[in-house]
């Protein structure tokens, strides 16, 4: 294989911000993925992390190819955050990638989403997703759910 200098260019550019991240990521107590196609929804969880704890670093993933890029990259998050309702990979699929990788088995998945259906939450469980937490339409009720989603025990990096 031939490398011109602009592959080589690409090359180190990617390593150094891999690098970049994993130092930034290893100084935060928890980071947190969280994936979703909605951007008013990534941006109001993030400040609702935020709110929570200004520490904790989330990154986002706007469908599921990107999240498992992450996953693959060995930046792995402490907790996953899982919309259901996205176009091109849904969050069914993405935990069923999820789960068939031992090591991704460690970390908790939460399945995030309008739906409340107690059938489909019971699916969600046995495919391996260990929490479920209902979108809110409320700001305060949200930041009220996510802090309690990460106060669990066991979550932080610290």
Known sequence: MILCDQDLIFDL???????????????CRMVILYVDDDV??????AEAVK???????CMVAENGKKAMDILHSD???DMIFLDINMPVINGRVILAEI?????FNEIPVVMYST????????EYKKMGADYFLKK???FQE???????????PGLRRG
């Open 13 to 27: 550019q990617t390593l150094w911000r891999y690098c970049w991240y994993a130092a930034y990521f290893l100084s």
């Open 136 to 138: 809110h339409n409320h």
């Open 142 to 152: 949200l930041c009220d759910a996510v802090a309690g989603m990460l106060s669990r």
């Open 40 to 45: 008013e929804d990534i941006e109001i969880f």
């Open 51 to 57: 709110e929570f704890d200004g520490t904790i670093q």
């Open 75 to 77: 930046l792995l998050p």
């Open 99 to 103: 789960r068939k990788d031992k090591k």
């Open 115 to 122: 739906t409340m259906d107690p059938i489909e939450i019971e």
